[in-house]
T-cell receptor, first 111, second 112 residues
Framework: GENVEQHPSTLSVQEGDSAVIKCTYS??????FPWYKQELGKGPQLIID?????GEKKDQRIAVTLNKTAKHFSLHITETQPEDSAVYFC??????????FGKGTRLSVIA | DAGVIQSPRHEVTEMGQEVTLRCKPI?????LFWYRQTMMRGLELLIY????????DSGMPEDRFSAKMPNASFSTLKIQPSEPRDSAVYFC??????????FGPGTRLTVT
């Protein structure tokens, strides 16, 4: 089955800097890769996703890139703000199997 | 639009007691997922339903855990008897046709 590894587990950046979180997956059949943001006391919220027929996708300050050959994908947050502080999860899904999540990255944006 | 609704938001119970967690998926969604989140193990999929039918319950840790989905708008996760190691945050998520899942706010369970 699918295995998703996520790095780093914690990340601190200065406000205004960029943050990058990386994930690798094992199942070459996986074709859907979402990213979730979880704020304290809340459920994970889908913020952006990418499918295997696309190499990059952007939505304002966040972007996701996918390298199917290397089986890795990354989340990029530019011009970070304090409200970006949260735990971020990547996930992979292939075919008829449900999402498999990474262990999460705790992002702290220091004002 | 109302998102996924879970109740209760917090539950504190004593070891050995029965616990029932409830979930109302987003209206029209046909898949429902139960997850458990702990610091040690992260987000674990316990069971999921498609059109009210359980598809995969291989993530259910023990026979003490059971889940039902009697109709398209309601699901329960029951733990009987509960143990301290069941303490965690339990999430319900739902999806429509595609793989995008939408999570509820979670139930924080504490078993003393």
């Amino acid at each position: 089955g699918e295995n998703v590894e996520q790095h780093p587990s914690t990340l601190s950046v200065q406000e205004g800097d960029s943050a990058v979180i990386k994930c690798t997956y094992s199942d070459s059949a996986s074709n859907y890769f979402p990213w979730y943001k979880q704020e304290l006391g809340k459920g994970p919220q889908l913020i952006i996703d990418i499918r295997s027929n696309v190499g990059e996708k952007k939505d304002q300050r966040i972007a996701v890139t996918l390298n199917k050959t290397a089986k890795h994908f990354s989340l990029h947050i530019t011009e970070t703000q304090p409200e970006d502080s949260a735990v971020y999860f990547c996930a992979g899904e292939g075919g008829n199997t449900p999402l498999v999540f990474g262990k999460g990255t705790r992002l702290s944006v220091i004002a | 639009d109302a998102g996924v609704i879970q109740s209760p938001r917090h539950e504190v119970t004593e070891m050995g007691q029965e616990v029932t967690l409830r979930c109302k998926p987003i209206s029209g969604h046909n898949s429902l997922f139960w997850y458990r989140q702990t610091m040690m193990r992260g987000l674990e999929l316990l069971i999921y339903f498609n059109n009210n039918v359980p598809i995969d319950d291989s993530g259910m840790p023990e026979d003490r855990f059971s889940a039902k989905m009697p109709n398209a708008s309601f699901s329960t996760l029951k733990i009987q008897p509960s143990e301290p190691r069941d303490s965690a945050v339990y999430f319900c998520a739902s999806s429509l046709i595609g793989p995008e899942q939408y999570f509820g706010p979670g139930t924080r369970l504490t078993v003393t």
